[in-house]
């Protein structure tokens, strides 16, 4: 008798607690549900970091290789200033040169 008793208890009590379980069970599942946003929104911020410092690792690759490109242009066009400005040194050098040998023939030339 005692043990049917026991049976009973544990049979109501059973009752109760699957009762009682529902409610449990539904705040189980909202606070996974409420886990699962809060993961995906640290998922979703970490993928945007990184996609932030990737765009400014980019930017700063891009901005270091402008300004490589403006340096070899300005070295660039230093050594054609040079090269133009010895050219026309050295062309005026070379019409001095003829100016003065023409003057030279004309000067000592016999049929004056």
């Known amino acids: 008798m005692k043990a049917l008793i026991g049976v009973f208890i544990l049979a109501a009590g059973c009752a109760f607690a699957y009762v009682d379980d529902s409610d449990w069970l539904g705040q189980m599942r909202a606070e996974a549900q409420q886990r ?4 995906r929104e640290r998922v979703s911020e970490a993928r945007e970091a990184r996609r932030e410092e990737t765009i400014a690792r980019r930017e700063g690759a891009r901005a270091l290789h402008e300004a490589k490109r403006q340096e070899i242009r300005a070295r660039i066009d230093s050594a054609r200033e040079r090269r133009d400005f010895r050219r026309d040194q050295a062309r005026m050098q070379r019409e001095t040169a003829r100016e003065i040998r023409r003057g030279l023939r004309r000067d000592w ?4």
């Open 109 to 112: 030339s016999r049929f004056n």
């Open 36 to 39: 699962r946003l809060e993961a």
